[in-house]
């Protein structure tokens, strides 16, 4: 059994920043890509960043310069800092965690997301 959980959602004024954090936990073999997609009302889901097992990162042109994606692999946890919230940036943001099982077999695990709300 493997569960993704996130956290650090919530409402911020224009210009603000929040970090959000999701953890993996379970029957986990390996770790591999981790990413933070978010899907505003109306329009479909979208990656916002991604960072490999080897820490290479990739971001949405919307969101490099403001947003930072990290992780710590011994915490099997990934962290998404945002700055200078603006907000287009108001959407339910989800984490997905590739991960290979004991049994070998890897697929794609997906928090139930975390509400971001950027607003005055």
């Known amino acids: 059994q493997v569960r993704v959980v996130e956290s650090g959602g919530g409402l911020v004024q224009p210009g603000g920043s929040l970090r959000l954090s999701c953890a993996a936990s379970?029957?986990?073999?390996?770790?591999?890509?981790m990413g933070w997609y978010r899907q505003a009302p109306g329009n479909q889901r979208e990656l916002v960043a991604a960072i490999t097992s080897g820490d290479s990162t990739n971001y949405a042109d919307s969101v490099k310069g403001g947003f930072t994606i990290s992780r710590d692999n011994a915490k099997n946890t990934v962290f998404l800092q945002m700055s200078n919230l603006k907000p287009e940036d108001t959407a339910v943001y989800y984490c997905n965690s590739r991960m290979t099982t004991p049994n070998l077999m890897t697929r794609d695990y997906w928090g139930q997301g975390t509400q971001v709300t950027v607003s005055s």
């Open positions: 379970g029957s986990i073999f390996r770790l591999n890509a």
